[in-house]
């Protein structure tokens, strides 16, 4: 079954460029103009993703996903001109998968795609938890508990938590991080790394002390 994704952008040239490359990896491709209008097309209609760039009118990217959010788990790709960190957070706080700043390559936007499709697909076959004093990580019921008390986290904190975790005790290097955990050839911007790495910090509270970083190298959990 060809995989359906919309497209939302107040440019249409913007989505002549993605339809064209989304296309020609075999995608089928709908649109949307604002985000009132994305909204609605998903509320009538099932998508396996949803591209969707911030500064629209009628209804900004962040309000159009809140809304989806409340009625479907599809994931997100947000696009947008300001790369600052307040906003990569925010998107990933209302439950965005992905962050892509324009201007941006569209081989790139594709791999990304392609990435949050598999993982999206990925099934788990067996069930693996690890406890690490009051910290508990159940990998096939993807939850993350402190103390007794879950944590609510998003996608790709998820993610790169239990990769973390899976490897705990390796030191492991940005690039590697990128590569396995966002599933996409590395570019030089780190700043997605360590937005989520703050994020992650964040949910685990006392134990954020688990994550420590490797000046110069990147990142490694540590066992106890």
């Known amino acids: ?18 339809r064209k490359y989304a296309e020609f990896e075999g995608y089928s491709v709908y649109e949307a103009e604002n985000g009132l209008q994305a909204v609605e097309t998903v509320r009538k209609h099932s998508f396996d993703l949803i591209i969707m760039d911030i500064m629209m009118p009628e209804l900004d990217g962040f309000s159009a996903v809140k809304e989806i959010r ?3 788990q599809t994931p997100v790709l947000m696009l947008s001109a300001r790369g600052e960190e307040y906003d990569r957070i925010h998107g990933f706080e209302i439950g965005a998968d992905d962050y892509v700043v324009k201007p941006f390559s569209p081989k790139e936007l594709m791999m990304r795609v392609e990435a949050i499709m ?12 690890v406890t690490i004093e009051g910290l508990e990580i159940d990998f096939t019921a993807r939850t993350v508990k ?6 609510s986290m998003f996608p790709r904190e998820y993610d790169l938590c239990f990769y973390l975790v899976k490897n705990r005790g390796v030191a492991l290097t940005r690039e590697k991080l990128i590569s396995d955990v966002w ?10 790394l360590d937005t989520h790495i703050k994020l992650l910090r964040k949910s685990l509270g006392k134990y954020s002390r688990l994550v420590t970083t490797l000046r110069g ?8």
Do not use: N
């Open 217 to 224: 190298v990147g990142y490694r959990f540590e066992k106890e």
């Open 1 to 18: 079954m060809m995989i359906k994704l919309l497209v939302v952008d107040d440019e249409a040239r913007i989505r002549d460029i993605i």
């Open 146 to 151: 402190v103390d007794g008390a879950e944590v």
């Open 183 to 192: 599933g996409y050839d590395y570019y030089g911007d780190d700043r997605t």
């Open 70 to 72: 409340k009625f479907s």
């Open 118 to 129: 598999k993982r999206a697909s990925g099934a788990v076959t067996r069930h693996e938890t």
